[in-house]
C-alpha cells in the first residue's frame, strides 16, 4: 500500500465550478499537509501549507485535513481556466525533512 | 529575485555517457533534494542534503550521484548505470516551518536517453 493515495483523473469541470481534489494517507504521524499546482513541463508551486487537522482559506482555494479518517482535500471555487494543472498532495511527519507525494489529479477547466 | 535555477531545461543524451544537471538556489535554504518525475507516478526522492558536505540516498538513488561543496549549489550527476533514466527532474530546496518544511522547487529539466 503507498503511503500516499490521490486519484489520478483526468477531471474536467466548466468555469465557475467547485472542484474538490483528494488524497488520503495511512501513515498517522503525517502531521503537514501541503497542495502543490503544477503546470504542464514546469516545477511544482506550493499553494496550500497546514499542520494537523482543520481548514485553511486563502482566496478562492480552502484546504481541509481530516487526521481521523487520514484523508485532505483541496476545494477550488469558481474554478477558472487557469487552473488547469496537475495538483499534488504531499504530507509530512514532525521533524522530517522528506516528503511525500501522491501521484497528482489532472484537472481541465473547460471555459 | 529569490529562487532555484535549474539547467539545462531540456538534455539529450546517448546510452553509455554520463550527465550532470546543474541546480542552484540563492534562498539561503539548507536543504536541497533531487526527485525524479514519470507520469503517473508522482515525484520520487533521489538525494537529498540538509548541509554542505553532507547527502543522503533517497528512495531510487541507484544509477545517480551528487555533491554538495556549496550551499548554493546541488549539482545531479545520472550516470550510465541509470537503466532508464528519461524522465523530468525536479530540484527543491526547503525552509523550516511551524515544525514542519516547506520545499520550493525549480523549474526541472526534462532528460531524454536517445
Known amino acids: 500500500q503507498k503511503e500516499v493515495e490521490q486519484d489520478p483523473g483526468p477531471l474536467s469541470v466548466p468555469e465557475g465550478a467547485i472542484v474538490s481534489l483528494n488524497c488520503t494517507y495511512s501513515n498517522s504521524a503525517f502531521q503537514y499537509f501541503m497542495w502543490y499546482r503544477q503546470y504542464s513541463r514546469k516545477g511544482p508551486e506550493l499553494l496550500m501549507y497546514?499542520?494537523?487537522?482543520g481548514n485553511k482559506e486563502d482566496g478562492r482555494f480552502t484546504a481541509q485535513v481530516d487526521k481521523s479518517s487520514k484523508y485532505i482535500s483541496l476545494f477550488i471555487r469558481d474554478s477558472q481556466p487557469s487552473d488547469s494543472a496537475t495538483y499534488l498532495c504531499a504530507m509530512s511527519s514532525t521533524g522530517a525533512n522528506n516528503l511525500f507525494f501522491g501521484t497528482g489529479t489532472r484537472l481541465t477547466v473547460i471555459p | 529575485d529569490g529562487g532555484i535555477t535549474q539547467s539545462p531545461k531540456y538534455l539529450f543524451r546517448k546510452e553509455g555517457q554520463n550527465v550532470t544537471l546543474s541546480c542552484e538556489q540563492n534562498?539561503?535554504?539548507?536543504?536541497m533534494y533531487w526527485y525524479r518525475q514519470d507520469p503517473g507516478q508522482g515525484l520520487r526522492l533521489i538525494y537529498y542534503?540538509?548541509?554542505?558536505?553532507?547527502?543522503q540516498k533517497g528512495d531510487i538513488a541507484e544509477g545517480y550521484s551528487v555533491s554538495r561543496e556549496k550551499k548554493e549549489s546541488f549539482p545531479l550527476t545520472v550516470t550510465s548505470a541509470q537503466k532508464n533514466p528519461t524522465a523530468f527532474y525536479l530540484c527543491?530546496?526547503?525552509?523550516?516551518?511551524?515544525?514542519?518544511?516547506?520545499?520550493?522547487f525549480g523549474p526541472g529539466t526534462r532528460l531524454t536517453v536517445l
Open positions: 497546514t499542520y494537523s487537522s
Open positions: 542534503s540538509q548541509i554542505v558536505n553532507d547527502f
Open positions: 527543491a530546496s526547503s525552509i523550516k516551518r511551524e515544525g514542519g518544511f516547506e520545499q520550493f
Open positions: 534562498l539561503n535554504h539548507d536543504a
